[in-house]
């Protein structure tokens, strides 16, 4: 069993950032994904971005250029910082782990940008 802690999200102005932390313990595996998704109240749960063991990224063509994705192996720990924030952002953003046999979801972080 792995179990996720997600922090760093809030209220931010438009332009502004945020990063995001996810912490997972328990039984991790040698090989794992981690990612970070978002959903919009009246959206889908999508994909923002991704990140290997071996520290290969992906990301959403609407966070390119402003996120990145990093990770800590040696703590479980998988980072999103968010830069230049835009209203369209605002979502709930969670954090998944993925192994070769099990997919875990953390429990959200609220990002809302506003003025």
């Known amino acids: 069993q792995v179990q996720l802690v997600e922090s760093g999200g809030g209220l931010v102005q438009p332009g502004g950032s945020l990063r995001l932390s996810c912490a997972a313990s328990?039984?991790?595996?040698?090989?794992?994904?981690m990612g970070w998704y978002r959903q919009a109240p009246g959206k889908q749960r999508d994909l923002v971005a991704r990140i290997t063991t071996g520290d290969s990224t992906g990301y959403a063509d609407s966070v390119k250029g402003r996120f990145t994705i990093s990770r800590d192996n040696a703590n479980n720990t998988v980072y999103l910082q968010m830069n230049s924030l835009k209203p369209e952002d605002t979502a709930l953003y969670y954090c998944?782990?993925?192994?070769?046999?099990?997919?875990?979801w953390g429990q959200g972080t609220q990002v809302t940008v506003s003025l």
């Open positions: 998944r782990f993925a192994s070769n046999t099990n997919i875990y």
């Open positions: 328990g039984s991790i595996s040698s090989i794992y994904t």
